[in-house]
């Protein structure tokens, strides 16, 4: 069984900065892709961000792209999510999700996910 768990979330405002943190239990981290979600209250949960195994391949969700950036330390079991320019309309419980294959699905990620992190809040104020 994978454990992830998040950080990093917080209250900031906009225009301001944050970078998440998924810590993942586990021998295979390498293999698995890693991917960012996020849930506002009353809406389905979004994409947000993948990087293949390798770290080689990464993909966003079109509200994010040139925003934030994903990326991975294979050596710390460790995914991040930094996040530039944050608005209002982030605001969201954001996850992590393992997809325990090292290449990205496309084009709904959310289709191919197997572990999924407890979340953690990012609250952005205008």
């Known amino acids: 069984q994978v454990q992830l768990v998040e950080s990093g979330g917080g209250l900031v405002q906009s225009g301001g900065s944050l970078r998440l943190s998924c810590v993942a239990s586990g021998r295979y981290f390498s293999r698995w892709t890693m991917n960012w979600f996020r849930q506002a209250p009353g809406t389905d949960r979004e994409f947000v961000a993948a990087?293949?195994?390798?770290?080689?391949?990464?993909y966003y969700g079109n509200s994010v792209k040139g925003r934030f950036t994903i990326s991975r330390d294979n050596a710390k079991n460790t995914a991040y999510l930094q996040m530039n320019s944050l608005k209002p309309e982030d605001t969201a419980v954001y996850y992590c999700a393992v997809r325990d294959d090292p290449y990205i699905a496309t084009p709904n990620p959310l289709d191919y996910t197997d572990y999924w992190g407890q979340g953690t809040q990012v609250t952005v104020s205008s």
């Open positions: 990087i293949s195994g390798s770290g080689a391949s990464t």
